[in-house]
T-cell receptor
Framework: SQTIHQWPATLVQPVGSPLSLECTVE??????LYWYRQAAGRGLQLLFY??????ISSEVPQNLSASRPQDRQFILSSKKLLLSDSGFYLC???????????FGPGTRLTVT | SQQGEEDPQALSIQEGENATMNCSYK?????LQWYRQNSGRGLVHLIL?????REKHSGRLRVTLDTSKKSSSLLITASRAADTASYFC?????????????FGKGTHLIIQP
């Protein structure tokens, strides 16, 4: 069966510090991968998606970046965090675009 | 702009009652999906309804889709305390391709014991 992992579960970082969040998927090959951010009490905002290794598309211009160094690994990064980067970050995968998505447990990021 | 908009934003009912949530969207879709999110957790896929379907059932869930009104509803029958969660609709937009789904802001459902 397929599983998706995210870490860390929680993170408190000062403004201006770097960020690296990791997501890995097991039990499937060549998944579509997604990074979302969810502000408190709000819906999900799609940040990045990837259809293959090294292929990243950005939905929202910001100081975040994403990389996919391996087929089932998706990384969200920042060189310098802003207060506005605080939120709940969710990674998800799907077999095909517009099909059901399977979400990881999320990372709660607080920038202080 | 937000593709899916759920209403109400919050709903509180007694255990055993039925809960109905609605979703409206703006552009033509291939399918519409509903997800549940327990507090502080990831989303869980509940049901997918295609644009050529009008109604779909899964256990205590019933989803309807009216493409002429660009709206969908999620009905949870005989609610239980464990149904307390936020519920999101998500749509793909025809022609968007690999960038997947657009989620609404959700309905926060509270089941009172």
């Amino acid at each position: 069966s397929q599983t998706i992992h995210q870490w860390p579960a929680t993170l408190v970082q000062p403004v201006g510090s770097p960020l690296s969040l990791e997501c890995t998927v097991e039990g499937t090959s060549n998944p579509n991968l997604y990074w979302y951010r969810q502000a408190a009490g709000r819906g999900l905002q799609l940040l990045f998606y990837s259809v293959g290794i090294g292929q990243i598309s950005s939905e929202v211009p910001q100081n975040l970046s994403a990389s996919r160094p391996q087929d089932r690994q998706f990384i969200l990064s920042s060189k310098k965090l802003l207060l506005s980067d605080s939120g709940f970050y969710l990674c998800a995968w799907s077999v095909l675009a517009a099909h059901e998505q399977y979400f990881g447990p999320g990372t709660r990021l607080t920038v202080t | 702009s937000q593709q899916g908009e759920e209403d109400p934003q919050a709903l509180s009912i007694q255990e055993g009652e039925n809960a109905t949530m609605n979703c409206s969207y703006k552009t033509s879709i291939n399918n519409l999906q509903w997800y549940r999110q327990n507090s502080g957790r990831g989303l869980v896929h509940l049901i997918l309804i295609r644009s050529n379907e009008r109604e779909k059932h899964s256990g205590r869930l019933r989803v309807t889709l009216d493409t002429s009104k660009k709206s969908s509803s999620l009905l949870i029958t005989a609610s239980r305390a464990a149904d307390t969660a936020s519920y999101f609709c998500a749509t793909d937009a025809q022609g968007r391709g690999a960038d997947g789904l657009t989620f609404g802001k959700g309905t926060h459902l509270i089941i009172q014991p």
